[in-house]
């Protein structure tokens, strides 16, 4: 299944500055998800979708291709990532693919996500490879029992989020479930132009460890970050 990375990464990051190109154990940020791609040996083409130009040139430095800036309006602050990925994957179909050679997969790669590995974008590949299987994401499994949650009301009460029976029922009882880490996401190129939706009927996952499964929004998830990745294995 020929495929592309798209990783997406703008330039104004509020809350962490330049947090894309900012160093991370040595490295640029977004060179660790591009080394993942790029050992990874599934891709054809491992492009970075910015509008800046400076991640761009870091982008290239590091082995990825950045061919063109993304309009602003698919980098402000209220742009989703996946239509900035639309807008590369449509780029990619009419500069890259040909009749013979279509773009038949890309995977959508964040560019905060240093402890991703090669072997994980490959699962992803081999599990969007199965019959019926139309987009695939990494996923943590939920440390507690997810039944259990509540809301907190405006006046100060509580309100469960699932039925009482849900609530009441025991821990060893509940189904395994999954929350998406915001780190990769495969997809057959034709379902995610008809559809572009990360879950349906027929998504599957990657389960990866709780240890790896990073989302770095502030100072402290960046702190934290850190420690993970000094503890991590290797990677591959």
Known sequence: MRSIAIITARGGSKRIPRKN???FRGRPMIAWPIAAALESG??????VSTDDAEIAEVARA???EAPFL???ALADDFAHAHKAARHALEWAIEHLAS????V???CHL???APLLSAATVREGLRVLSRKGVTNVYAAQRVPFPIYQVV???ADGGLRPLFPPEKFMMRSQDMPACFIDVGQMYWFRTAHFLEHETRIGSDTALVEVPQETALDIDTEDDWKFAEKLAALARPRG
């Open 151 to 153: 809301e907190r009301r």
């Open 110 to 112: 964040y560019p905060t």
């Open 104 to 106: 038949e997969a890309f």
């Open 42 to 47: 599934v891709f054809d083409h491992v492009l």
């Open 70 to 72: 993304r309009p602003a």
């Open 62 to 64: 590091c082995g990825a």
């Open 99 to 102: 009749s013979e050679r279509p």
């Open 21 to 23: 190109i900012r160093e």
